[in-house]
């Protein structure tokens, strides 16, 4: 038997009804936010995510799933959105009449990370951009609106961690003391960190080997570092959020997996997830428009973890399953053909109906309608025919009743409407 591919899995019905509840809920909320969706290829050119996310990334290094389509072209399934929606609105010039722009797209990404409980090779993301606002105001309404959505989720236990990148004009002191930092614990750093020591040096900081994490704790910290632009935004954006009542920390390490980030960059983290414990990432990208070719346009954006998500929602699944509201047991050719028709104008009619092609015994078609948790049972003998009705019974309270045949449709319609 063909097996599905390690680290991709397949959402079920019975999980899959949470996922269009999370997703609906999300869309809802993003589109009273402002946001609208925009839809995204799932393959895009190789350059455009090495360039974005950056060739000295985890991503970029290991982890695309990359191929030469048949003219030899190199392209990679998408390991994010970002760099796509940045794309997108660069190449149709969405920035022409207004700058100010919010996206949001929901879909699969690809990754070739070592799988475990909250990681897989493909997962979905929810991610929302905010395009042309400088301000740090619209960080805070991103970790807003991802906070409130939490809570709409009853995900349990989120904290935003925040800190800040810097900018193009005090990074780079920051990484010169960072490395002379780095040169002086060397000899106990991994054999990765060694290497992102020229490479990028920042990811040192959130390498999870307990000798690093050891070794870093004397490291410079980059708040110390920023220049007036950057420290002011930071200020900011804490001010904002304890105004609003949000928990959050602030978190030195949080250095994130792509190149792009400027200034403010965020998680929500959950107690609730294990080792995998941020539900969503994001920040501020202010150089990435114009670093694909657009005009110098500010950004910043987020993305959740939609597996994530689904894994630490408080609600239950099983409320969101839908059930059959009718079964018609219908014994005979006669009333089989008659049930037919019945349950096609029923559909039809925003009325989910169910019946027994094969003309089964009473028993066990009652025994089917009792499986698929059908609200009533309709049912249709020789004998009921033959007098112009059919017995109508409440599969909660057992209750029966004859119902004439004439005009049942919009009868069972006028009923069973949710
Ligand atoms: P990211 O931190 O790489 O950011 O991913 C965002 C979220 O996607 C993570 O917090 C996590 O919940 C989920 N995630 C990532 N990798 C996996 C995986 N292998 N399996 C399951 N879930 C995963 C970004 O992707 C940025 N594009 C976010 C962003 C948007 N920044 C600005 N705008």
Same mark, same amino acid.
């Given at each position: 038997m063909i097996q599905l591919i390690r680290g991709f899995k397949d959402i079920l019905p019975g999980e899959v009804e949470l996922w269009q509840h999370i997703e609906h809920r999300a869309a809802e909320l993003l589109e009273d936010y402002g946001f609208r969706e925009i839809r995204i290829p799932i393959m895009e050119r190789t350059e455009l995510f090495s360039r974005s996310i950056g060739d000295a990334t985890d991503i970029v290094e290991k982890e695309m799933y990359t191929f030469p389509d048949r003219k030899g072209e190199l392209i990679t @399934?998408?390991? =994010?959105?970002t760099a796509s929606v940045v794309r997108a609105y660069i190449q149709h010039k969405m920035h022409a009449a207004d700058p100010v722009r919010k996206f949001y797209t929901v879909g699969p990404m690809f990754r070739r990370e070592r799988p475990q409980k909250g990681r897989y090779r493909q997962f979905y993301q929810i991610n929302a951009e905010i395009f042309g606002v400088a301000s740090p105001l619209a960080d805070v309404q991103l970790i807003v609106l991802l906070d409130t959505l939490f809570e709409r989720l009853e995900v349990p236990d989120v904290r935003a961690h925040i800190n800040s990148l810097g900018c193009p004009d005090c990074r780079p002191r920051y990484r010169e003391a960072l490395v002379s930092y780095l040169r002086t614990v060397e000899d106990v750093l991994c054999a990765d960190c060694r290497r992102r020591m020229t490479t990028n040096p920042l990811r040192v900081l959130d390498c999870k080997v307990p000798d690093c994490r050891q070794a870093m704790t004397g490291a410079p910290i980059l708040a110390d570092y920023l220049c007036d632009a950057c420290r002011k935004d930071f200020e900011t954006v804490k001010k904002q959020l304890e105004k609003l009542g949000i928990n959050y920390e602030i978190d030195g390490? @949080?250095?994130?997996? @792509? *190149?792009?980030?400027?200034?403010t960059t965020f998680e929500m983290q959950t107690g609730a997830l294990g080792a995998q414990s941020a539900v969503a990432g994001g920040g501020r990208y202010d150089g990435l428009v114009k670093m694909l070719g657009g005009p110098a346009i500010p950004a910043t954006g987020f993305a959740v973890g939609f597996d994530r998500l689904a894994e630490v929602c408080? @609600?239950?699944a099983e409320r969101f399953v839908r059930k059959p509201a009718l079964f018609i047991a219908a014994l005979g050719a006669p009333s089989q053909e008659i049930a037919f028709e019945w349950i096609c104008r029923l559909g039809a009619a925003g009325i989910e109906a169910e019946m027994d092609? =094969? *003309?089964?015994s009473l028993k066990s078609q009652m025994k089917r309608a009792d499986r698929l948790g059908a609200d009533y049972v309709l049912m249709l003998g020789e004998q009921e025919l033959s007098r112009g009705v059919a017995l109508l019974r409440n599969m909660r309270t057992r209750d029966q009743e004859e119902i004439p045949i004439k005009a049942i449709v919009a009868g069972l319609i006028h009923r069973l409407q949710p």
């Open positions: @399934l998408r390991p =994010e959105a390490r @949080l250095v994130r997996g @792509l *190149d792009y980030y400027t200034r408080g @609600l239950s092609f =094969e *003309d089964r």
